[in-house]
Every structure is written in C-alpha cells, then in structure tokens.
C-alpha cells in the first residue's frame, strides 16, 4: 500500500489562503443597505453605486486606469465581475479614462451618456469599445427615470432636451446630472456643470434638494453658486479631487462657501479624506472615509 505523507508546513499556506478568501468574501458581502463610494482617482470623478439588489453602477472611472481597478477591487467582490450601469458625466479625459479600462476588464450591460460632440482619442476609444461588445447605449437627457428597485430612483435632471450651445463650456454645461433618492436620503451628483446650467436647474423649479451634494467640477469657482447651493440645502458635501492637482482645485472661494454653510466637518475631500463611502437605509445616514 501507498502510503501519502504531507507536511504540516505545505497544508498551512492553501488554508490561510482558503480563509482570507473566505473573510474576503464575508467582508464585501453585500448587504440591505445603499452604498454610494465616492472612489479616490486623483483630480477626476469615478462613484459606485451598490444597490440593496446588489447593482453596481459607476459614475465616471477618473483620468488612471490603475487607480479605478484599484478602487473598485476594494468595494466589489471578487467573483462580482458585473456593472449594470456605467454613465459617463461627460467625455473629457478625467472622467472617461478609467471607464475604457473597467470596460475591459467588467462585463457592462448598459451605458449612458449625454452625447456632445469632443474629440477626444480615449472617448472615441471608449465608445468603440462600446460599440464592439454591443452594450445597450442610451443617450440621457432630462427627466429620464430608473427605477433600482426597494423604492430607489435614478433621475436625470441634466442635460435638457436642447442642449446648452455658446455657454462658457458645452461640454461641462452638458455634463450628466443625476439624482439618487431612497426616501429621506438623497444624493445629487452635478459633474462639471457650471453657473449655466445651474441656474437653468434652477429656472426650471427641478428638484434639486438633496442630503448629499457631490460638488461640481472638482470644487472649482466656476460652479457651486450661492443660488444653487441654497436651493440644494445639502447637509453633506463632497469634493472629488487630486492632492496638489495643477488647476488649484478646490477653489478656496468654494470650501470656504461650503463650510460656512455646512460646517467643517460636513465638508469631504478625497484628496484629503480617499475614498469616502456613505451608506443608508434610506432613512438614516452613515459616513465612512479610507483615511
């Protein structure tokens, strides 16, 4: 008879392997609650949204691909290879890089975008891609509505029917505005939208109060007026952007508006703060920051 002899030293590593894979599994285990990541990119936007009904929406994949596989390996699990939504805000570099990227390496079922001509290689890239893996591509504009599911609602609020034309910045003022609401919590994600189209959300009387304001444009002064901001009355702010980026951004102007009207501590940067995670069951708010 053969007789098989292991060493104690050969059986330890496929455990602990088995059992970080296990915890791994256990810690990214999804749960009831909504989770909206504000992902830390550097001087770019990239959100993930992770529905209760486990959908995964992403907001923008920022201007490095490295950094979004990075950001968004830490937030969905390992055998979650899925993203039932990807809308890129606009086609400018420091938002639609890393979607090209996650484009490789996710399974995408729908894309939406707002459609503004730009010439740009990585946009043009990232719609091929789309084109080449015949992904369902919805063009957004305003009033356009998603039901996720446990009374959550995704509406677009912007760009409107007829495009904004000779503003200070088409492409910006035509930025993808989103809202997300689950009953008393809110979030209003206003990419790079500047004065124009804030003032035209406003003239238009669209709802834009919300817990959870995703400032616009990186905190730059071209956005954020005091208009705009007392008609959203969030009780939250964040600002996606890179440490010692070359545009100056924040504008000082802006988080100095901010905190005088929220408070210091309700003002978040990723800069400063990495990815910040807030999390609610619709009636409740909670915040988590990487640092």
């Known amino acids: 008879m053969i007789r098989l ?33 504000f992902l830390n990119v550097g001087q770019g ?24 596989n990075l950001e968004l390996s830490k937030k969905l699990p390992f055998w979650d290879r899925t993203i039932e939504l990807m809308i890129s805000t606009q086609p400018q570099a420091d938002h639609v890089t890393g979607l090209v990227e ?36 919805t063009i957004a504009t305003a009033k356009q509505e998603t039901d996720l599911g446990h009374g959550i609602r995704l509406e677009v609020l912007n760009p409107p029917p007829k495009p904004f034309q000779e503003t200070s910045c088409d492409v910006d003022n035509n930025g993808v505005v989103i809202k997300l609401t689950w009953d008393e919590i809110s979030f209003l994600f206003t990419a790079d ?3 124009e189209a804030e003032f ?45 980026n070359t545009f100056d951004h924040p504008s000082p102007e802006v988080v100095q508006r901010l905190e005088k009207r929220l408070g210091k501590n309700k003002v978040y940067l990723t800069s400063e703060n990495g ?17």
Do not use: C
């Not at 959100?47 to 490295?66: A, C, K, V």
């Not at 616009?216 to 954020?224: D, Q, V």
């Not at 705009?228 to 010692?244: K, Q, R």
């Open 5 to 37: 002899h292991f060493s104690k030293k050969w059986l330890i590593a496929p455990l602990l392997i088995i059992t970080i894979l296990v915890w791994a599994a256990i810690i990214t285990m999804p749960d009831s609650n909504l989770h909206v990541s």
């Open 45 to 68: 936007d990239a959100i993930l949204i992770q529905t209760p009904n486990h959908q995964n929406i992403l907001i923008d994949g920022g201007p490095d691909p490295q950094k979004i």
């Open 102 to 137: 996650v484009l490789q390496r996710y399974k995408v079922q729908q894309v939406l975008e707002p459609g503004v001509p730009y010439n740009s290689l990585i946009y043009e890239e990232w719609l091929k891609l789309v084109e080449e893996k015949q992904i369902e591509h």
């Open 193 to 195: 939208i500047r004065l």
């Open 200 to 244: 035209e959300l406003i003239a238009q009387r669209t709802n834009l109060r919300s817990t959870v304001l995703k400032v616009a444009h990186h905190g730059s002064k071209t956005s954020t007026s005091p208009q705009f901001l007392a008609i959203v009355d969030p009780e939250v702010a964040i600002i996606s952007v890179g440490l010692n």
């Open 275 to 291: 990815t910040t995670e807030f999390t609610t069951d619709g009636k409740q708010l909670w915040v988590n920051v990487e640092k």
